[in-house]
């Protein structure tokens, strides 16, 4: 299985609206809900965003949103805090999984 | 709460055997909703799934990694352990283990050990 791809880096301003892409295939992404999205900061290990395309963990707050349309998922995060700097990584479970390459998040 | 540990030499010479385990805490390995799951992630790159073990002792190894690669788990002591031979400098990595609650038909990592970054140096 080829990785996911997602954008190196985006950015935005605090309040702000940000949207983070993650492509593959019919035979992954496309043909399965079952899409997580992780939010890991410098030096800590990866923290459960969001799973099966939409779902938020209890704790993860409601600015945080998935979506999926055809090969395509994506992390919106609205009203951006400074706390949200971070990389964020998709993945998606097959039987086996496959992640995303990562994004960097700047908040400006 | 479950919380999961790593632990493990911190230096590897290549060619050889990397050994890790991950100690369970607040929950038993023995439940059938969960796979037990190694993923790792090489300095400064990103995310690669490694595999998983069930409680029945069945795995499941990333095909690219598979000849090197085994799992085990010793449930009288709530650990699960992972071996990677021959090993280079490419698996030279901070190793993570996590619940995988596929088995239970909710896929999601959670939750994450802390890491443990192990070099493969000579």
């Known amino acids: 299985q080829s990785a996911l791809t997602q954008p190196a880096s985006v950015s935005g301003s605090p309040g702000q609206s940000i949207t983070i892409s993650c492509t593959g295939t019919s035979s992954d992404v496309g043909g399965y809900n079952y899409v997580s999205w992780y939010q890991q900061h410098p030096g800590k290990a990866p923290k459960l965003m969001i799973y099966?395309?939409?779902n938020r963990p209890s704790g993860v707050p409601d600015r945080f949103s998935g979506s999926k349309s055809g090969n395509t998922a994506s992390l919106t995060i609205s009203g951006l805090q400074a706390e949200d700097e971070a990389d964020y990584y998709c993945s998606s479970y097959t039987g086996s999984w496959v992640f995303g390459g990562g994004t960097k998040l700047t908040v400006l | 709460q479950v919380q999961l540990q790593e632990s493990g030499p911190g230096l590897v010479k290549p060619s050889q055997t990397l050994s890790l385990t991950c100690t369970v805490s607040?929950?038993?390995?023995?439940?059938?909703?969960?796979?037990w799951t190694w993923i790792r992630q090489p300095p400064g790159k990103g995310l690669e799934w490694i595999g998983y073990?069930?409680?029945?002792?069945?795995?499941y190894y990333n095909p690219s990694l598979k000849s090197r690669v085994a799992i085990s788990l010793d449930t009288s002591k709530n650990q699960f352990s992972l071996k990677l031979s021959s090993v280079t400098a490419a698996d030279t990595a901070v190793y993570y283990c996590a619940r995988d609650w596929a088995a239970g038909g909710t896929p999601k990592f959670d939750p994450w050990g802390q890491g443990t970054l192990v070099t493969v140096s000579s």
């Open positions: 073990i069930y409680y029945s002792g069945s795995t």
């Open positions: 099966e395309v939409s």
């Open positions: 607040g929950g038993s390995l023995s439940s059938g909703d969960y796979y």
